[in-house]
Every structure is written in structure tokens, then in C-alpha cells.
């Protein structure tokens, strides 16, 4: 496609319960992204895939947050128990290739409400 | 651990002023600095990104400078418009690593 697609755009779910976010990067971009924006807040580091391996994930809150990109494009980012404080707005981003050379594009994002 | 401060949070102006937005980041080893705009809702588009090596960039009637040593980049924007509403956020890449770290944003309104 022609940008980054984050679907669903937006996703109510109740605490306790399992949410997939998913995330199709701009073709032939290596390195991929998630962040997450709180209210009033700047978007917020989670987890930097290079191809198909995680190659940072400190920014993941607990354990609860786990992300895959199998095979080095479409990832998903996966919360288990979900908790209201999970709320926020997640988004992905990619780049041609990692090391912040270049330029970073982002996707409109997915809004998740925990109620 | 690289911090990064926008001042103003938010800023109002009639149309047609010329306005600054300015950015700070406590660590000056970095490869690079990118400016975003961010509408209500929406996800973020970037506007400009500076090289570690360049002083400044220019699109259209937007022009970023960076002065890396004093860690501070600037953003002006000529002739504002009711269009330009918007958060516009500040992101560095630090030196050694591939991800950003962001500002809070200020958040400008151009009123016509």
C-alpha cells in the first residue's frame, strides 16, 4: 500500500481480555515500530523489529505486551489481560532500514478503550 | 537517558503571523531530529527531518534549524493558516539506537 495501515482504527474490549493490534508497514521497509500515545502525551517506545526479529523491545510495560512479525513485514502486537490503564493509542511506524538513518512514516494508529 | 521538551505546550495566533516552535534534548549525541504534525485523532505526519550533520531544512513555508551542540531545534513557520492547526511534535534518534524519543508537542492554533 501506499503508507503505513493499522487495523482495527479503534477497539473497546473489557478488562480481563485478549486484544490483537495489527500493523502493514509500506512495502520493502525493514525496521517497524509500535509506540504508544497516552492523552496529552508524545508517543511513547514499545518494541523495534528489524526483518522478522525483535531487536528491542525494552519499552514493553510487563509481560502482559508481546508483538511477532513472523514474516518480516505484517506484525501484530498482542496484550493479554488487559488492564484500563492499557488504554491509549498504539502507533506503528516503519523505515527503510534501522540504525535512524531515515526517515520514520507512521500509521493513523489504533485507539484501544479498556472498560 | 535522552529527554525532550517542547516549549510552548500550546500556542494561539491570528493568521498570518509568523510563529517559532522550539524544541530541547538533553543528549546531544544524535543521528538525527524529525518534526511531526499530528492532527486530532489522527495518526502522525512527518514534516522534516534534520541529519545530525545539517543545520537546518527547509519545505515550503516550514523551516527546521538544529543546533546540536546547545541540543535545540527550532521550527518556524511563515504566514500561518487555519490549516496548520495542529499538535506538532519534536523526535530525536539518539546515537547507538533506531528509536525515537518525543516531546509532548505544543499544540497551535491559528484562528482566521
Known amino acids: 500500500g501506499a503508507g503505513v495501515s493499522q487495523t482495527p482504527s479503534n477497539k473497546v474490549t473489557e478488562k480481563g481480555k485478549y486484544v490483537e493490534l495489527r500493523c502493514d508497514p509500506i512495502s520493502g521497509h525493514t525496521a517497524l515500530y509500535w509506540y504508544r500515545q497516552s492523552l496529552g502525551q508524545g508517543p511513547e517506545f514499545l518494541i523495534y523489529?528489524?526483518?522478522?526479529?525483535?531487536?528491542?523491545d525494552s519499552g514493553l510495560p510487563n509481560d502482559r505486551f508481546f508483538a511477532v512479525r513472523p514474516e518480516g513485514s505484517v506484525s501484530t502486537l498482542k496484550i493479554q489481560r488487559t488492564e484500563r490503564g492499557d488504554s491509549a493509542v498504539y502507533l506503528c511506524?516503519?523505515?527503510?532500514?534501522?540504525?535512524?538513518?531515515?526517515?520514520?512514516?507512521f500509521g493513523q494508529g489504533t485507539r484501544l478503550t479498556v472498560v | 537517558k535522552q529527554e525532550v521538551t517542547q516549549i510552548p505546550a500550546a500556542l494561539s495566533v491570528p493568521e498570518g503571523e509568523n510563529l517559532v516552535l522550539n524544541c530541547s534534548f538533553t543528549?546531544?549525541?544524535?543521528?538525527?531530529l524529525q518534526w511531526f504534525r499530528q492532527d486530532p485523532g489522527k495518526g502522525l505526519t512527518s514534516l522534516l527531518l534534520i541529519q545530525s550533520s545539517q543545520r537546518e531544512q527547509t519545505s515550503g513555508r516550514l523551516n527546521a534549524s538544529l543546533d546540536k551542540s546547545s541540543g535545540r531545534s527550532t521550527l518556524y513557520i511563515a504566514a500561518s493558516q487555519p490549516g496548520d492547526s495542529a499538535t506538532y511534535l519534536c523526535a530525536v534518534t539518539s546515537a547507538g539506537y533506531s528509536t525515537l524519543t518525543f516531546g509532548k508537542g505544543t499544540m497551535l492554533l491559528v484562528s482566521p
Open positions: 511506524a516503519s523505515s527503510p532500514q534501522g540504525r535512524g538513518a531515515t526517515e520514520a512514516f
Open positions: 543528549d546531544s549525541a544524535i543521528y538525527n
Open positions: 523489529f528489524q526483518g522478522t526479529g525483535a531487536a528491542d
